[in-house]
């Protein structure tokens, strides 16, 4: 299996500008998470989906976040206007948890940095 | 509040010494638990788990942890630290809420030769 799946892996962008960073899950999973980590927060859960359905948005921090999942294969984090304060690394994780919480396999990350 | 507690930020060990990595959830019901390992630069991925089967759970990399449901703990444990060890450990717990995981804020683990 190639894993879950993140791009870009790195983004370098300034203050403004509209970021979209991307996942695609492991094939069969049922949930796919976003997170995002940073030296004074830790790893914060921003949002996630269970079959393509946000379940719970309580963690995206500001109107300036959204997240969507058009399919089961695709799912997209987009900040705009972006802010230093966005710089994180952010990561994609999928599980297959119909029967109750199971295994999440997380991506490789994204390292934002907003100028 | 369901929450899960990593007590220390940091742990330094001397390579060979016994590896002991705190974790304490709050929970009424039985949770799922597992550790997670994130190296530099990576993302996590998961040493063990325990979903309750065996109170000892063995995971990759010679570690094992040990759930006590009445001291509500699942610390990591590992005999001999080795220096790829070095990395940053999180516990987590889940409970009969679908897929969501509540992860500690982490230990990062020294291993001094």
């Known amino acids: 299996d190639a894993g879950v799946i993140q791009s870009p892996r790195h983004e370098v962008t300034e203050m403004g500008q509209e970021v979209t960073l991307r996942c695609k899950p492991i094939?069969?999973?049922?949930?796919l998470f976003w997170y995002r980590q940073t030296m004074m927060r830790g790893l914060e859960l921003l949002i996630y989906?269970?079959?393509?359905?946000?379940?719970?948005d309580s963690g995206m921090p500001e109107d300036r976040f959204s997240a969507k999942m058009p399919n089961a294969s695709f799912s997209t984090l987009k900040i705009q206007p972006s802010e230093p304060r966005d710089s994180a690394v952010y990561f994609c994780?999928?599980?297959?948890?119909?029967?109750?919480?199971?295994?999440?396999?997380f991506g490789p990350g994204t390292r934002l940095t907003v100028l | 509040a369901q929450s899960v507690t990593q007590l220390g930020s940091h742990v330094s060990v001397s390579e060979g010494a016994l590896v002991l990595l705190r974790c304490n959830y709050s929970?009424?019901?039985?949770?799922?638990l597992f550790w997670y390992v994130q190296y530099p630069n990576q993302g996590l991925q998961l040493l063990l788990k325990?979903?309750?089967?065996?109170?000892l759970v063995k995971g990759i990399n010679g570690f094992e942890a040990e759930f006590k449901k009445s001291e509500t703990s699942f610390h990591l444990t590992k005999p001999s630290a080795h220096m790829s060890d070095a990395a940053e450990y999180f516990c987590?717990?889940?409970?009969?809420?679908?897929?969501?995981?509540?992860f500690g804020q982490g230990t990062e683990l020294s291993v001094k030769p």
């Open positions: 989906f269970n079959n393509n359905v946000p379940i719970d």
């Open positions: 987590a717990v889940g409970y009969n809420q679908g897929g969501k995981l509540i």
């Open positions: 094939s069969g999973h049922d949930y």
């Open positions: 929970s009424s019901v039985p949770p799922y």
């Open positions: 325990y979903t309750s089967a065996a109170t």
């Open positions: 994780a999928s599980s297959l948890a119909g029967g109750g919480p199971d295994t999440q396999y």
